[in-house]
């Protein structure tokens, strides 16, 4: 489940470089700079969040014709299982 690792260590990557740039007060960055790479951000994780419900969930059945899914984790995750390096 390297993978599944691997896309939440993106998206903590986002949140990081979008909760910067909403910091940043720097007189050299102007308004329509920072909504571009804050939506450049956002873009990249919800491309891997689409990504992650395609490559990690199946259908299930509930009635006809339903198309229903759930996430498909054979494991449990714990915070120790991090190893964030930056």
Same mark, same amino acid.
């Given at each position: 489940?390297?993978?599944?690792?691997?896309?939440?260590?993106?998206?903590?990557?986002?949140?990081?470089?979008?909760?910067?740039?909403?910091?940043?007060? /720097? =007189?050299? @960055?102007?308004? !329509?700079?920072?909504?571009?790479?804050?939506? /450049? =951000?956002? @873009?990249?994780? !919800?491309?891997?969040?689409?990504?992650?419900?395609?490559?990690?969930s199946a259908?299930?059945?509930?009635?006809?014709?339903?198309?229903?899914?759930?996430?498909?984790?054979?494991?449990?995750f714990t915070?120790a299982q991090?190893?964030?390096?930056?």
């Open positions: 489940m390297e993978v599944w690792r691997d896309c939440f260590e993106v998206v903590m990557a986002v949140n990081f470089v979008i909760d910067g740039v909403l910091a940043l007060e /720097e =007189a050299g @960055f102007e308004d !329509a700079e920072k909504n571009s790479l804050i939506a /450049e =951000a956002r @873009f990249m994780r !919800a491309l891997i969040y689409f990504n992650m419900d395609d490559w990690f259908p299930i059945q509930q009635g006809k014709g339903s198309k229903d899914c759930l996430p498909i984790v054979d494991f449990i915070g991090w190893n964030l390096k930056f």
